[in-house]
């Protein structure tokens, strides 16, 4: 992280609609890596130690607003609201409110941008000392859509021309504008309030800033890498993003000793920590607030989500976890699912076609097969059979299970909550129990067998005889046990 020496605020547009996203929802909330897309630059400029940062929101804002600030707890971050959306400028505008008294530099950025880096930011920040205004340039194959970079004779920045109001000359440059400045507040707010909107938009455009600058004191045009700096206007941009942000995170993971067999099939949100020596076999998804400790293994299709996992952990093929704890040494899956609220202890297992809901379950304790544990306390070193069901629902309220430590549950066993079994308490397989069970008893909640020997071969033998007398040849009228057939 790199830690401004002197002032920096910071302002990021992002009250635009995103019309070519052709959604319900501002452009600026669509999410990459788990976070809206205006999070990154916000965070880039927190990162550069800009203080205040502002975000200037229009489109949407109360949403834009609300899940900004709860993306960026504890920043110093501030809103703007451009009610109208009259221009870039007009929106630079709206800012000046929120920033106060405060007459140091100032960084705008846009709010679509969540592929610049810290160095590039700082780079263009540094790069305005000695003139009045910096802008980032990149130079693209197709410019289409961006404003142009006119030069002056000795090759200064003199200008920015948009497209739609560039002649044909113009339009062939292949510098563009990438959107994102520094210019000190004293020049900004003066420069602002000079701009007009005569032009093909009938616009308040930011980049008139910079012909006004070339002529104050300079504009200094500072070449950043097209891949950081263009912005996500399609859905088509956002998956992109989506994937370079992913692979980022892959070689920063692989270079923290984390091995990632496929990272062009790894999806992990921003955030998400994940210790050194942890093996990801493709396809898993890490999402939220996720921590896999070191040392484990995440099979092939696994999806985490806000799960915190201890070291050594072994999470095998398509498990699903949400919200839960899992301590070290424990071994999940394949086929589990774990929903809110389950703590798994060390070394326990959660096996085939499990599921859990708020269930504790201690130290080795296993529950391997085709078992729901809602609500449940699983001592240490119990064992829960395949098929068991703790019936924590009675249409109104939940109910508590707890199992003792060292208890043993048989197959298909239906424990009808509340209940409680004892420690080292034996439920003989296939009982439905609806009362607690004492320490150390043995617990029968089923039909008593009953044991016909020598049926089999009785049956046989009626089978038979009644086969003898239907192909027997029919009696005549009158005749026979039945004295006739029946029709
Ligand atoms: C702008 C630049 C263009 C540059 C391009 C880089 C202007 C006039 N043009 O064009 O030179 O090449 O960015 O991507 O600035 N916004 C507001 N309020 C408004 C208008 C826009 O907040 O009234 C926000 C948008 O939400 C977005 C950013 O400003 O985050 C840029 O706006 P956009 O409409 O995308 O500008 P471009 O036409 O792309
Ligand atoms: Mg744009």
Redesign the pocket.
Same mark, same amino acid.
């Given at each position: 992280m790199t830690r401004s020496p002197t002032p920096l605020a910071a302002i /990021?547009?992002?009250?635009?609609?995103?019309t070519r996203m052709k959604s319900q929802k501002a452009? @600026?909330l669509h999410e990459v890596g788990g976070r809206p897309l205006?999070w990154f630059p916000l965070l880039r400029a927190l990162e550069l130690g800009a203080n205040p940062v502002v975000a200037?929101?229009?489109?949407q804002a109360e949403a834009v607003e609300a899940a900004l600030a709860a993306a960026l707890p504890g920043a110093p971050l501030r809103f703007a609201v451009?009610r109208?959306?009259?221009?870039?400028?007009?929106?630079v505008l709206?800012a000046r409110e929120a920033l106060g008294a405060y007459d140091g530099p100032i960084v705008i950025l846009?709010?679509?941008?969540p592929l610049l880096t810290a160095e590039t930011l700082a780079h263009v920040v540094g790069a305005r000392a000695g003139a009045t205004l910096a802008l980032a340039t990149m130079k693209l194959a197709n410019p289409h859509?961006?404003?142009?970079i006119v030069r002056d004779p000795a090759g200064n920045p003199a200008r /920015?021309v948009?497209?739609k109001d560039a002649n044909e000359a113009e339009r062939a440059i292949d510098e @563009?504008?990438?959107?994102l400045y520094c210019a000190e507040a004293a020049f900004l707010w003066d420069a602002l309030s000079k701009v007009g909107s005569a032009n093909a938009?009938a616009?308040?455009?930011?980049?008139d800033l910079v012909a006004m600058a070339a002529r104050a004191g300079g504009a200094v045009a500072v070449p950043v890498p097209p891949e950081e700096?263009?912005?996500v206007?399609d859905r088509e941009e956002l998956a992109r993003a989506g994937r370079v942000l992913l692979r980022r995170r892959a070689s920063e993971l692989m270079r923290g000793g984390v091995t990632i067999e496929d990272p062009e099939r790894f999806d992990c949100d921003e955030g998400v920590e994940i210790g050194a020596d942890t093996v990801i076999e493709p396809n898993v998804r890490l999402k939220g607030r996720t921590r896999v400790g070191a040392g484990c293994r995440l099979g092939a299709g696994a999806i985490l989500t806000d799960a915190t996992l201890g070291d050594g952990v072994t999470v095998r093929p398509y498990t699903v976890v949400d919200e839960s704890t899992v301590a070290a040494r424990a071994i999940l899956g394949p086929f589990s699912r774990l929903r809110p609220g389950s703590e798994i202890g060390e070394e326990a297992h959660v096996g085939n076609f499990v599921e859990t809901k708020k269930a504790r379950l201690g130290k080795g304790a296993k529950a391997n097969h085709l078992t729901y544990l809602g609500d449940a306390t699983v001592g240490a070193g119990a064992n829960v059979g395949a098929g068991t069901i703790t019936c924590n629902y009675d249409g109104e309220k939940k109910h508590p299970t707890v199992i003792g430590e060292g208890a043993f549950i048989g197959s298909d066993s239906i424990l009808v909550a509340p209940i409680e079994i004892g420690a080292g308490a034996y439920v003989a397989a296939g009982s439905t129990l609806t009362d607690s069970v004492p320490p150390g008893a043995l617990a029968l909640g089923r039909a008593k067998q009953v044991t016909k020997e020598g049926w089999v071969a009785r049956r046989q033998a009626e089978k038979q005889n009644k086969g003898a007398a239907e192909a027997a040849p029919p009696p005549a009228p009158g005749e026979g046990p039945r004295g006739g057939r029946a029709s």
């Open positions: /990021v547009l992002a009250a635009g609609k995103g452009k @600026v205006a200037v929101v229009g489109h451009q109208e959306q009259l221009g870039t400028a007009h929106a709206a846009s709010g679509d941008t859509g961006y404003g142009r /920015v948009e497209e @563009v504008n990438a959107g938009q616009e308040f455009y930011l980049t700096a263009s912005g206007n």
